[in-house]
């Protein structure tokens, strides 16, 4: 079956622009993930939704990031007002669950360049 | 601390060595563990999911001990395609769920 897919794979825009970074979920994957990764580091959480509503939005560095997901589907990732500090591969994950059994299902991400 | 915590690497072994690598969770309420395998430049995959009597697939041998809190995955005849960062992870009920360690580098050499 299909994997989780994001969208654009590569974005390049200019200091002070806004983006939106799309992911589509596995099919039936109620929890959905969204992380950063800069060049060389590991992953940092951002925030996690189960259905529409996000638990934990803890990871979110500021306020010119936010996230919404509907039809406990479809999520965008939305960051305005971008700096070049925002550069980084913006990875989402889906799980069919969160706890005990279940695991995480990642997209190839979506390479953001802040020039 | 972080909650979850590898060996920092890089780790350089030959082909054909066995290499291991550790990792340490303090949140003793965590209840999955997992290894991921990450390739320069790719997205995370799953290499195998950690149960508590340990378990096998291939060359790849994962180990959990519980009451020290800590996992452990030890890859034999190493090749060439090993070569990859590899993310444990740990699965709790609760905030984000899944914790990921900050990784291990392995580059196998010819």
């Known amino acids: 079956g299909a994997g989780v897919s994001q969208s654009p794979s590569n974005k390049v825009t200019e200091k002070g622009k806004d983006v939106e970074l799309r992911c589509d979920p596995i099919?039936?994957?109620?929890?959905l993930y969204w992380y950063r990764q800069r060049l060389g580091q590991g992953l940092e959480f951002l925030i996690y939704?189960?259905?529409?509503?996000?638990?934990?939005k803890s990871g979110l560095p500021s306020d010119r990031f936010s996230a919404e997901r509907t039809g406990e589907s479809v999520s965008t990732l939305t960051i305005q007002r971008t700096q070049q500090e925002d550069s980084a591969v913006y990875l989402c994950?889906?799980?069919f669950g969160t706890g005990k059994g279940n695991t995480q299902y990642f997209g190839p991400g979506t390479r953001l360049t802040v020039l | 601390r972080k909650e979850v915590e590898q060996d920092p690497g890089p780790f350089n072994v030959p082909e054909g060595a066995t290499v291991a690598f550790n990792c340490t969770y303090s949140n003793s309420a965590s209840q999955s563990f997992f290894w991921y395998r990450q390739d320069c430049r790719k997205e995370p995959k799953l290499l195998m999911s950690?149960?508590?009597s340990g378990n096998e697939d291939g060359r790849f041998t994962a180990q959990l001990n519980r009451a020290s809190q800590y996992i452990s995955l030890l890859i034999r005849d190493s090749k060439l395609s090993d070569s990859a960062t590899y993310l444990c992870v740990v699965n709790r009920n609760y905030g984000q769920n899944f914790v990921f360690g900050p990784g291990t580098r392995l580059s196998v050499l010819p």
């Open positions: 994950a889906s799980s």
């Open positions: 099919s039936g994957h109620t929890a």
């Open positions: 939704f189960q259905g529409n509503s996000a638990p934990d």
């Open positions: 950690v149960y508590s």
